[in-house]
Every structure is written in C-alpha cells, then in structure tokens.
C-alpha cells in the first residue's frame, strides 16, 4: 500500500476513538492530500492561509479545514468563507475579525485560544489569565459567529519528554479546570508527530500530525 495510506491508517488505529486527528498537509502537494482522503480522511490542516485556499479550491468539497498557524487579522476575510477549525487564536483584535468575516458569510467559526506552554523559545500564546480575561470579556461573549470550542498548545521543541511532559500536563489541568465553569469547552489541541502519544496521555482531545504522516517537509 502507499506510504501515506499506510501511515495515517496506522495512527488512526493505535488513537482512541475520541481523539481527532488533524492531518497537517502544509507544503506538501495536492495528490498527497487526494490519497490521504482516498482513505476516507477528511480533516487537513495548514499553517499558511493562501495555501490553504488554493488547496481548498482543489480538493473536493467535504474536505474540513484546519488553520493551525499564527494568523494575520487582515488575511481572515480569505479563509472565512471555508474554514472550520482556527486552532492558534491569540488576541481579542483576532477574535473580533474572525467574528466579523464569519458573519459576513452567515457562518460560525470555530476557534481555539492558544496558550503559551513551551518554557523556551516561543513567540505566540496568550498566558492562562489572558485566556480567562478573554473568556469572561462581555465583549467575547457577545459574538454572534465565533464559538471558543477550546486551548491549543505548542511543546518546547526538545527531545526531553520529561519537558513535554511537564508541559503538556499543566495545558491540560488549565483545560479541565476550565471547563468546570465552561461547558462549551470540548477541544484541546495538544500532540504532534514527535510527541501526540505522550499528549494523548495527558488528556488531548486533537492532535495534529503533519511528518509522520506525509514524511518529512522540504523546505528550500
Ligand atoms: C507543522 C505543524 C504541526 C505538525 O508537525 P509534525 O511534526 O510534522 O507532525 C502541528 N502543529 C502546528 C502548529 C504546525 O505548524
């Protein structure tokens, strides 16, 4: 069997049932997308929101997309009126323009607020009282088109689980204490091809799994 097949279904079949897998198909070219959906996988994820929508125009219609990358608020208008998943929501400005562009598409976007979790060398991510502070804003809540589904995280890029372990758990124990007071949260967003087994453990919900999938990315 193809590479691709044989890897996603691989992976599908060591998660629980109840864990989504998001495949990460940025940079690499629409047939790898096409056989990932032959076998009957649906959810794609990219980190650059042009290329997201020319792969969207090319793919068939019931694919479900993910945007998984940092986002500028003047390019949302391209992806509103497909995209199903924002997983890296970090400002009220952003929230507001997604809430914008979704209504001028009758649409409700869904959206992940990202929390900083990586102890080194991350740029993006609110802190646990910006995530709070949003949440409870009256301005927040009186969106009409955006619905905060959840929390994503980014591990420090290390080889050292016991880090990722570490930080995986605290996103996780924020997540659940959370959603004592919100029920609506249903989504955290943790795990990627080096590290979605030891998030699963700490509690993920969807993981987004790119390399391990369509093998490693080229970037020249
Ligand atoms: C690229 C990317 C992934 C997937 O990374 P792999 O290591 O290839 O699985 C996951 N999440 C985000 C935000 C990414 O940019």
């Known amino acids: 069997m193809n590479e691709i097949k044989n890897n996603l279904l691989k992976i599908k079949k060591s998660i629980p049932e109840d864990v989504t897998l998001v495949a990460v198909s940025k940079t690499k070219p629409i047939k790898d997308i096409i056989t990932a959906y032959e076998t009957g996988h649906r959810i794609f994820g990219e980190n650059k929101i042009q290329e997201m929508v020319q792969k969207q125009q090319q793919m068939p219609n019931d694919c479900i997309w993910h945007m998984i990358g940092h986002v500028q608020t003047n390019k949302v208008k ?22 914008k562009q979704a209504r001028k598409n009758s649409r409700i976007i869904h959206c992940l607020l990202q929390v900083k979790i990586a102890e080194e060398d991350s740029k993006y991510g609110l802190s646990e009282p910006d995530v709070i502070h949003l949440l409870e804003s009256n301005e927040v809540k009186a969106f009409q088109n955006i619905h905060i589904e959840g929390l994503m995280g980014m591990a420090t890029y290390t080889n050292d689980e016991s880090q990722i372990k570490k930080e995986f758990e ?13 029920s609506d949260l249903k989504t955290l967003s943790i795990g990627m091809s080096g590290d979605y087994k030891t998030a699963i453990d700490c509690g993920s919900t969807m993981i987004r799994v790119g390399s391990s999938i369509f093998g490693a990315r080229n970037y020249s």
């Open 78 to 99: 391209y992806m509103a009126p497909f995209v199903s998943l924002i997983h890296a929501v970090d400002s009220y400005k952003l929230l507001k323009e997604i809430d």
């Open 170 to 182: 605290k996103i996780a124990s924020f997540f659940r204490t959370l959603q004592l007071q919100y």
